[in-house]
């Protein structure tokens, strides 16, 4: 599949939009971080579409996807959903970091850590 094939089909445009526009507030706090640059002059894309599934946060440069999981991907179904996205997003060649939303709140320090150490150049 080529790059726009994959990435932020206009299916899912609308969807991707609304998502950017109610952040869940520990998006929010690590859009603050992530934004504009912010770490190591990365760029980094809110709420964006691969395959059909729609990442938290994007780095194109680092083909990293950071998900920021609530407790709605602590079921049997949510868990089986990440699992099966996971797989689509690593098969394509990117790096997938998972935090719970309480990481972000309690320990954001090393989640920038964390992400910053999985960026290869």
Same mark, same amino acid.
């Given at each position: 599949?080529?790059?726009?094939?994959?990435?932020?089909? $206009?299916?899912?445009?609308?969807?991707?939009? %609304?998502?950017?526009?109610?952040?869940?507030?520990?998006?929010?706090?690590?859009?603050?971080?992530?934004?504009? $640059?912010?770490?190591?002059?990365?760029?980094?894309?809110? %709420?964006? /579409?691969?395959? $059909?599934?729609?990442? #938290?946060?994007?780095?194109p440069s680092e083909k990293l996807v950071i998900e920021l999981d609530g407790a709605g991907h602590f079921t049997p179904e949510g868990e089986a959903?990440?699992?099966?996205? #996971? /797989?689509?997003?690593?098969?394509?060649?990117?790096?997938?970091?998972?935090?719970?939303?309480?990481?972000?709140?309690?320990?954001?320090?090393?989640?920038? #850590?964390?992400?910053? /150490?999985?960026?290869?150049?």
């Amino acid at each position: 599949m080529t790059h726009n094939k994959i990435h932020n089909r $206009k299916p899912l445009k609308g969807f991707r939009k %609304q998502l950017r526009n109610n952040l869940t507030p520990a998006e929010a706090t690590l859009w603050k971080v992530l934004q504009n $640059k912010q770490l190591e002059g990365r760029k980094f894309r809110r %709420q964006h /579409s691969i395959g $059909k599934y729609i990442a #938290d946060f994007y780095c194109p440069s680092e083909k990293l996807v950071i998900e920021l999981d609530g407790a709605g991907h602590f079921t049997p179904e949510g868990e089986a959903h990440d699992l099966k996205r #996971d /797989s689509f997003i690593k098969e394509l060649g990117i790096t997938v970091l998972r935090y719970e939303n309480r990481d972000v709140y309690n320990n954001l320090e090393a989640v920038l #850590d964390e992400i910053r /150490s999985n960026f290869k150049h």
